[in-house]
């Protein structure tokens, strides 16, 4: 009888999906050389089996010469793939676009495909020859750089198994974070917390971290107005060093100082500013000369005489590049001492300037101009509101030279004067005021003549009581007050920036530039508005910007004004810094620069520091080393106004908290197919109704509608149309707004 031969048993322990894994190995380190042993170690594995496997896989890779072996048993990606490099854009979901300079299109990046990268990372990926559902593909072979490394969320305490995790805020981050327990700093379960990564191993499902600030209780004011600052990397004070820097400061007007300086001191001047105003950035001066053309000081905290180079102050108002107006609060980039002492133009005080003086005639058209380091002092503070009194109180009057400045009304009424009394102002400022206004408007007409666009947009402000919570809404609107200074402003970071361009031989300066619109987001924003009943005409540059001045126009006071106005500013093109001067498309400028407010943007002070080395005779500054500092003040430009707009939407959704009982009616200001955006049309809180909430039908996304429609019923919810709801959720931790959909609004 035979013996019956022992079947061999199958091995059950197959490495799954080898050959992407040994590609992407091999990819990843494509200028190093692996054997079997390293690839089986990258892979955690050491058993014959595994082992066997992966010789085998690595001969059939090397047969279809994919891969190539460079020296006995050592192994090579054979790089046929061009590869390129862009910025991940992540999705909450884990998947994404890589927005990459070599294509017109984002490239799709499906979950499986990321390899760790998180969202604004710069990475490196290689691109699919398919085409999947229209997109183009790729895969994240390595990340170039981390966009940040920080982030706030909420950590879950496992103190028996002595871990913790953190869970983000931000829905682009879909991972949770890793703390061991000893690098928790003591945050108890629950709590917001300030996480730095540390490093992701390979085999992880989470990098690892630490915590490095306790930010404190969820939902409390304090706690979710730091982290909000947070999570953009913003500070909130500062270090105790630079505070004690700036308050050694001698910040005393003194003669010889003077002496270096043209003395403006006499000539009549004002500041217009926001009521809650501290930081006073610029002034006014205003002097008719005989031969009737009038003076025109445009007057700017001379902050660069204060901020020396090279200091720790320097540094961190550098680091900071901007201060941070959130809704509550001003985190400014100058300690107090300067920021709303030493250099604000505050009335009645004597202070260090940098002017552009300019001389007009009654056309607004510039005669002579001077720039340079002056002295001056401030005989009144007004508040826009005061200013337009006197602008609307005199709306008949025209000055000539016949004309008695006293009888120009000067009452400022009780309920807009800053004293809260009613008083009356010096005749000699309210005539300044009345051609300053008359001068603006002759200047912005040239300027919208010229092709400038307008955007007035509607700005959402909140009346806060003593402990920051919300007890109204007020929107805030642009009036001649407020452009008064606008254009004047403007005149000044015009001139600036011409006068130094136009220097021979060329010199370096930091530019505010900004490009020419988008075409493709021009045509999304033309068929947005069309379902308004609003056109755009694309046929020059002229007619671009016409016809969005005409739109911006038509949509005043409509229900979707706010929705227009953001979505038209979308399509433009972001302004930015540098050396490079291509003009300003939105100002139709060939020339401009930032230089009016150098107390809380850094590129003014350096427009200072350039300008006054210019008119001393030196050299030329160094171009690259500008154009870093440029680049660095754009970024956090951006990040402070991301920060700004998420305080904003915090405290409309704090608001909302108290008004859960309320139908609201609201204009539909976005759909998905996941629901639609609605933003109320009292107060301009935008929520979303989620598709799966609306329980009368089953609805499905039109793309080419922009709408919601529902099978059975074809009932339709799209852009535009007016609804009304109730707020179903006002989450304060996630910052969502959530919205019940009670039905079409009905007349």
């Known amino acids: 009888m035979s013996r019956k031969k022992k079947k061999r048993k199958p091995s059950h322990n197959k490495i799954s999906n080898l050959t992407n894994t040994i590609l992407n190995i091999l990819r990843k380190e494509r200028n190093k050389t692996f054997n079997y042993k390293q690839i089986a170690a990258k892979l955690g594995v050491n058993d014959a089996s595994s082992r066997n496997q992966i010789i085998k896989k690595l001969a059939q890779l090397k047969a279809k010469q994919e891969i190539e072996e460079v020296e006995r048993g050592k192994f090579k990606a054979v790089v046929t793939t061009e590869y390129h490099t862009g910025i991940f854009d992540a999705s909450s979901r884990g998947a994404g676009y890589v927005i990459c300079d070599d294509f017109d299109e984002d490239i799709f990046i499906a979950s499986n495909n990321v390899n760790k990268a998180l969202d604004g990372d710069e990475v490196e990926l290689y691109v699919f020859k398919r085409r999947k559902r229209g997109k183009l593909e790729g895969e994240i072979t390595q990340i170039i750089k981390r966009a940040k490394t920080q982030y706030v969320g909420v950590i879950q305490i496992h103190e028996k198994n002595n871990f913790a995790f953190v869970i983000p805020d931000s829905n682009k981050m879909s991972t949770d974070i890793f703390v061991p327990i000893n690098k928790t700093k003591n945050a108890e379960d629950g709590d917001k917390v300030l996480v730095e990564l540390l490093d992701w191993p390979e085999k992880a499902d989470s990098p690892n971290g630490k915590v490095k600030?306790?930010?404190?209780?969820?939902?409390?004011?304090?706690?979710?107005?730091?982290?909000?600052?947070?999570?953009?990397?913003?500070?909130?004070?500062?270090?105790?060093?630079?505070?004690?820097?700036?308050?050694?400061?001698?910040?005393?007007?003194?003669?010889?100082?003077?002496?270096?300086?043209?003395?403006?001191?006499?000539?009549?001047?004002?500041?217009?500013?926001?009521?809650?105003?501290?930081?006073?950035?610029?002034?006014?001066?205003?002097?008719?000369?005989?031969?009737?053309?009038?003076?025109?000081g445009i007057h700017i905290a001379d902050v660069s005489h204060y901020l020396e180079e090279g200091t720790i102050l320097d540094e961190e108002a550098y680091e900071r590049a901007t201060s941070v107006y959130l809704v509550d609060r001003v985190v400014p980039m100058l300690p107090e001492i300067l920021s709303n002492g030493a250099c604000s133009l505050r009335p009645h005080e004597e202070k260090y300037t940098f002017s552009a003086v300019f001389k007009l005639n009654e056309k607004a058209e510039i005669k002579d101009q001077w720039f340079g380091r002056t002295v001056t002092y401030s005989d009144a503070r007004f508040a826009?509101?005061?200013?337009?009194?006197?602008?609307?109180?005199?709306?008949?009057?025209?000055?000539?030279?016949?004309?008695?400045?006293?009888?120009?009304?000067?009452?400022?009424?009780?309920?807009?004067?800053?004293?809260?009394?009613?008083?009356?102002?010096q005749p000699e400022i309210a005539e300044a005021i009345l051609v300053l206004d008359r001068l603006a408007k002759k200047m912005r007409s040239k300027r919208m003549s010229s092709g400038a666009i307008s955007f007035d947009k509607v700005e959402v402000r909140f009346t806060l009581d003593e402990q920051a919570n919300p007890t109204g809404v007020h929107f805030k609107t642009s009036k001649d007050a407020n452009k008064l200074i606008e254009e004047f402003m403007l005149l000044a970071n015009r001139k600036v920036s011409e006068f130094v361009s136009k220097m021979k031989p060329p010199k370096t300066f930091v530019y505010r530039v900004h490009d020419e619109p988008d075409?493709?987001?021009?045509?999304?924003?033309?068929?947005?508005?069309?379902?308004?009943?609003?056109?755009?005409?694309?046929?020059?540059?002229?007619?671009?910007?016409?016809?969005?001045?005409?739109?911006?126009?038509?949509?005043?006071?409509?229900?979707?004004?706010?929705?227009?106005?953001?979505?038209?500013i979308r399509t433009?093109?972001?302004?930015?810094?540098?050396?490079?001067?291509?003009?300003?498309?939105?100002?139709?400028?060939?020339?401009?620069?930032?230089?009016?407010?150098?107390?809380?943007?850094?590129?003014?002070?350096?427009?200072?520091?350039?300008?006054?080395?210019?008119?001393?005779?030196?050299?030329?500054?160094?171009?690259?080393?500008?154009?870093?500092?440029?680049?660095?003040?754009?970024?956090?430009?951006?990040?402070?106004?991301?920060?700004?707009?998420?305080?904003?939407?915090?405290?409309?959704?704090?608001?909302?908290?108290?008004?859960?009982?309320?139908?609201?009616?609201?204009?539909?200001?976005?759909?998905?197919?996941?629901?639609?955006?609605?933003?109320?049309?009292?107060?301009?809180?935008?929520?979303?109704?989620r598709i799966r909430d609306i329980k009368d039908d089953y609805y499905e996304f039109d793309q080419e509608q922009f709408a919601l429609i529902g099978r059975e019923t074809k009932n339709m919810y799209q852009l535009g149309d007016e609804v009304v709801v109730k707020v179903k959720q006002a989450d304060l931790v996630k910052r969502h707004l959530d919205f019940d959909l009670i039905g079409k609004h009905e007349e």
């Not at 970024?635 to 008004?659: C, G, P, V, W």
Request: glycine share 6%; with cysteine.
């Open 213 to 296: 600030e306790v930010l404190g209780k969820p939902g409390e004011h304090n706690t979710e107005i730091h982290a909000i600052l947070a999570e953009y990397g913003l500070p909130y004070e500062f270090p105790k060093e630079v505070e004690d820097f700036a308050n050694k400061i001698d910040t005393s007007i003194k003669p010889e100082e003077i002496r270096k300086r043209r003395d403006m001191r006499k000539d009549l001047t004002f500041t217009i500013d926001p009521k809650d105003a501290k930081d006073f950035d610029d002034a006014l001066s205003f002097t008719i000369l005989e031969n009737g053309l009038f003076e025109i």
């Open 572 to 689: 433009m093109a972001k302004a930015e810094y540098t050396t490079h001067n291509i003009g300003h498309y939105g100002l139709a400028f060939d020339y401009y620069s930032h230089f009016t407010s150098p107390i809380r943007r850094y590129p003014d002070v350096m427009a200072h520091r350039l300008l006054q080395r210019y008119l001393d005779g030196e050299k030329s500054a160094n171009e690259d080393v500008y154009e870093e500092k440029c680049q660095h003040s754009s970024n956090m430009e951006y990040l402070a106004t991301k920060a700004e707009r998420d305080s904003i939407k915090y405290m409309q959704i704090k608001f909302m908290q108290d008004h859960q009982d309320e139908e609201f009616v609201g204009v539909i200001s976005g759909v998905t197919d996941w629901g639609i955006y609605v933003e109320i049309i009292s107060n301009k809180c935008e929520g979303m109704v």
């Open 384 to 425: 826009y509101e005061e200013a337009q009194a006197v602008i609307e109180n005199n709306t008949d009057f025209v000055i000539s030279n016949n004309t008695e400045i006293s009888s120009i009304k000067t009452e400022i009424p009780e309920d807009v004067s800053l004293t809260g009394k009613t008083y009356n102002t």
């Open 519 to 568: 075409e493709s987001k021009l045509a999304a924003l033309q068929g947005v508005v069309a379902r308004f009943g609003h056109k755009l005409n694309f046929k020059s540059r002229d007619s671009i910007s016409s016809s969005l001045n005409k739109l911006l126009e038509d949509v005043q006071g409509q229900k979707e004004q706010n929705l227009v106005d953001t979505l038209a």
